[in-house]
Each structure stands twice: as C-alpha cells, then as structure tokens.
C-alpha cells in the first residue's frame, strides 16, 4: 500500500464564515471520507478553518501556461477596466 | 495528598493519565513508519491529544515528568490493552477503536457528572470522538477492503479482545455506571464490526482465559521494553533539555 496508488485531492479551506473557500494543498486519500479527515489533520490543526472542500485532482480543469498571452495579456491594456478614474471621497478609508 | 477524596481522585487521575500517556507513545512509535504521510500525521494527532489529557491528570497527581520517566513497570495504572504493540496497521487500528470506543463513552459519563474530572472530560470528549471516527473510518476500509486487509483485521480484532475486559473493572475513585459503559460499549463495537463485514470475536473478555490487572500494576512483557525506550534519554540525562 503505498501513497501512489491513491488518488490526489485538492483541499480548499474557509477560514470563516463570509470568506470563500482557499486553496490549501493537496493530498493523497483513498475516498472523498478520509480526504476530508486528512485535510483535517494537515490543514486545520491551527484553527485555520469552519469548513473543507475536497475535490478530485482529475476533476480540475486548468489553464496551460502555454496559453498565458492569449488568456491574460489582452487584459493587461484595458486600464479603462480598471475602477481608477473614480475620485474616492474624503472619509473613505477601507476601499 | 489529603484525605480519602483526595487520594481517591488520585488515584483514577493515574490509571486514566497512564492509559493516555502509554496509548499516546505507542502511536507515536508511528512516527517515521506509517503506511502513507497522511496517516501519519492523523496519528500524530491523536498521540498528541492523548498527550495533552495525560499531562493534566498526572498533574493532578504530582509532577508530570517524575511520574512519567521515574517510576517502575509495576507502578503504571494503565489497563493492558494499551500497552499492546503496534503489531501491523490493523493491530493499532483495533485498539484504537476498542480504547477510543471506551474513551469516549467513559468521559460521556464523567463530563455529565459533577465530579473531579468533570472538566477535563467535556474538553477531551470532544477530542476523543475524532479518534473514535478516525478508527472506525479504517476499520470500515479494512474490514471491508480486499481480502488480506479484511484476514489481517479479523485477526488484529481477535488477537485484542481479551484485553478489552479490563476497561470494565472497576476503577478506584471513579463513580461510574460500569454496565451501562460496557453495553453500549458493546453495542457500538459490534455495529461498526458489523458494518466491515467482521465477525465479533467469541473469546472471553473476563475470568481465567481473560486478560487484565494493569489498574493493578500488573503489565504484559512488551510494556517493560516500550518503558525502556520511553524513559532511557531522562534517566541517562536527567533534567535534559532541547
């Protein structure tokens, strides 16, 4: 039995109520139950999280780093997409 | 040390401490040799939980490390099952779901009660109901896994019931619905056993072909080795520190 022939999990935390899900780490598990229990014992020892997703590595679809221009660089200037041209009002102080 | 009530509470603070303190250094022999990373760490955890309660009830009984590194074999309280070795995964696996099963049920009964360990018990309760979880999970996927994992848990189940016995005894200084305890001790080990396809074993828990007596100080012949090793580095170096 060893770690190679269970399959990979992706672990996302939510540190609090209000707050999405963040990716953690990975890890290996037998089945999505003791998925959850690892995640547990490797990611929530410190009181990081109320909540755990576990999700199939195979089932993540990523973008390639191949692909990095297409996807992102069109993006980079647009800087009218950008909320920067609003005056922020005096008094405002957590935007 | 004053008075009866004192010294009763004394005296179940040491049996319970020692079965946390001794359960908690055969998982951690885990350390370094676990089947995956993973369950390592998840046993790492639970050593260290056993720990943490071991700690508070020697130190209600006097100082922690004199009571864990300087005392002999014969002055441990803990019961026998606990001191059992690791053996294979599914030997730790079956202690752990018999012990815990009893933990919890036991700290259940102490933590509605209003006695000395009211306190600890509703805190490590909480704990302890991982472990319970963490063992049955296990024992589900080995029980009802592929043949071999199924042969060796049948075999670690049988090879540990006579221990189980003891947990029942009663225990000086502790106020407890003894049958209740062992009922629906029972009930739960039975339940999950069932769910993983095992058989209960049929041996005897109690009488002449039983294990038991560690509350007494009496201990099976690993015990001495694991003492040995657990307490070498303190009596070689006393007071050393890192």
């Not at chain 1, 598990?29 to 576990?54: F, H, K, Q």
């Not at chain 2, 009660?113 to 009211?118: I, L, M, S, T, V």
Request: hydrophobic share 40%.
């Amino acid at each position: 039995m060893t770690s190679d022939s269970w399959p990979l999990w992706e672990v996302f935390v939510r540190s609090r109520r209000g707050l999405s899900h963040t990716h953690a780490g990975s890890l290996h598990a037998p089945d999505a139950e003791m998925a959850l229990r690892n995640a547990r014992d490797l990611y929530t020892r410190r009181s990081e999280g109320v909540s755990i997703w576990v999700v199939p590595s195979t089932a993540i679809t990523a973008s390639s780093p191949d692909e990095k221009d297409p996807f992102f660089e069109p993006a980079a200037d647009k800087p009218y997409r950008h909320p920067t041209f609003y005056e922020i009002p005096e008094g405002v102080k957590h935007l | 040390m004053t008075g009866t009530t004192d010294t009763r509470a004394a005296a179940a603070a040491l049996a319970l401490g020692d079965d946390a303190l001794v359960l908690s250094h055969r998982l951690g022999e885990w350390a370094g040799s676990a089947p995956v990373l993973e369950e390592e760490v998840a046993l790492a955890n639970i050593a260290l939980d056993l720990l943490g309660q071991a700690r508070v009830l020697l130190s209600l009984v006097g100082d922690e490390d004199e009571l864990a590194y300087l005392r002999e074999e014969r002055a441990f309280r803990n019961s026998q099952l606990v001191e059992q070795p690791n053996g294979d995964f599914a030997h730790t696996i079956a202690r752990q779901l018999y012990f815990s099963t009893y933990q919890r049920l036991l700290y259940g009964q102490l933590a509605s009660g209003d006695g000395p360990f009211a306190g600890l018990a509703a805190k490590a309760v909480k704990e302890v109901a991982y472990h319970q979880d963490h063992a049955e999970h296990w024992t589900l996927r080995l029980g009802d896994g592929t043949a071999e994992s199924h042969q060796r848990m049948q075999r670690a189940c049988d090879a540990l019931w006579r221990y189980t016995g003891e947990l029942f005894q009663p225990v000086d200084g502790l106020d407890l619905d003894l049958p209740g305890l062992e009922t629906a001790w029972l009930d739960s080990v039975t339940a999950v056993l069932g769910r993983a396809t095992l058989t209960v074993p049929s041996g005897p828990r109690t009488g002449a072909w039983s294990a038991g007596a560690g509350r007494q100080g009496l201990h099976t012949e690993s015990f001495g080795r694991m003492l040995a090793e657990m307490q070498h580095l303190h009596r070689s170096h006393p007071g050393a520190t890192w």
